[in-house]
């Protein structure tokens, strides 16, 4: 996500493989719990992992957040941190989330 359209094509030491879609510059081809293997993109993994995230909020506080707030931690340079917000605003298209915004770590 933070090198947007130019990330690098190899494999991965976490065991997935960057390939290239016509649709998307960037898919993370993986193999599932199954055997089969799957690609997606970025912004979908992460909009997974962000819809697991208000799972456990909502079990935890016993209602669904109205709002969710994201805070990067890493010191990246300006076009980085872009690529980043773009790609969480795509995730969140895809699930739906109009109401989140973007938390200043210092």
């Known amino acids: 996500m933070i090198e947007g359209s130019e990330a690098h094509t190899t ?4 065991g997935f493989a960057f390939t290239k879609g016509d649709e998307n510059p ?4 993986f193999e599932t719990f199954d055997g ?3 690609s997606a993109s970025p912004e979908f993994l992460m ?3 962000i819809r697991q ?3 456990a ?3 935890e506080i016993g209602k669904k957040p109205v ?3 994201f805070c990067i931690f890493y010191d990246l340079n300006e076009k980085e941190e872009n690529n980043v917000k ?3 605003e795509k995730a969140c298209e895809l699930i739906k989330i109009k109401d989140f915004c973007f938390v200043p770590w210092k």
Request: overall charge positive; charged content about 20%; glycine content about 4%.
């Open 36 to 38: 089969t293997k799957k």
């Open 67 to 69: 709002s969710i707030g």
């Open 53 to 55: 995230q208000l799972k």
């Open 26 to 29: 960037v898919l993370l081809e």
């Open 86 to 88: 773009i790609a969480i």
């Open 57 to 59: 909020i909502e079990a």
């Open 47 to 49: 909009a997974m992992l």
């Open 11 to 14: 494999v991965s030491p976490h």
